[in-house]
């Protein structure tokens, strides 16, 4: 007696001889996810993801506010210290920036008690940059309402203020590794 060969159960024309080793279906390529433990189907990894969303409904409002009151501080803090300092003002900036940004990750995640869930961490991220925005909105209307484009220059460093907080944020929150 001749054994048929395996399908993987998510594309019938695609012969395979792997398995998920946690339910045991026959996965191809396409589908196999390389885990620590082996190989796991999209469906046991989907499942498995439910069980790391431990946030609440209003665990989103908390961080999204705490990001942004720390980022509107740190923004208008940043302004009035950095105005007068010339090229050393770029080392401020990033310096600042990335401390900020992990200052409010560390803050976010006491607050919401270390619950977890990846549209929390978009929404704390958020919260900085509206924080990080506020203090700018009148050159940021001077600019794109009013047509002054010469104070596009000036709008180049709460970007990056803005992008490397929010950035550092993200990262710190979410627990992404680089360099693995």
């Given at each position: 007696m001749t054994e048929q060969p395996?399908?993987?159960y998510r594309h019938?024309?695609?012969e395979t001889t792997l398995r998920c080793n946690r339910c045991d279906k026959p996965i191809c390529a396409q589908c196999a996810r390389r885990t620590p433990t082996g190989y796991r189907c999209p469906d046991c990894i989907r499942e498995m993801g439910k069980v790391f969303v431990t946030a609440r409904w209003y665990d989103y409002i908390t961080a999204f506010l705490t990001a942004m009151i720390l980022a509107l501080i740190a923004a208008l803090l940043v302004g009035l210290l950095g105005s007068g300092l010339g090229l050393f003002f770029i080392f401020i900036i990033v310096a600042a920036a990335t401390a900020v940004g992990s200052l409010i990750a560390e803050a976010v995640r006491r607050v919401v008690g270390k619950r977890r869930a990846r549209p929390l961490f978009i929404t704390a991220t958020a919260g900085v940059v509206v924080g990080g925005?506020?203090?700018n909105l009148p050159l940021l209307v001077t600019v794109f309402l009013m047509g002054e484009l010469g104070g596009?220059?000036?709008l180049l460093w709460p970007g990056?203020?803005?992008f490397l907080a929010?950035?550092?944020t993200y990262v710190r929150l979410?627990?992404?590794q680089i360099g693995r």
């Open positions: 395996m399908v993987c019938p024309t695609k925005l506020i203090p596009l220059l000036a990056v203020f803005i929010a950035s550092t979410s627990g992404i």
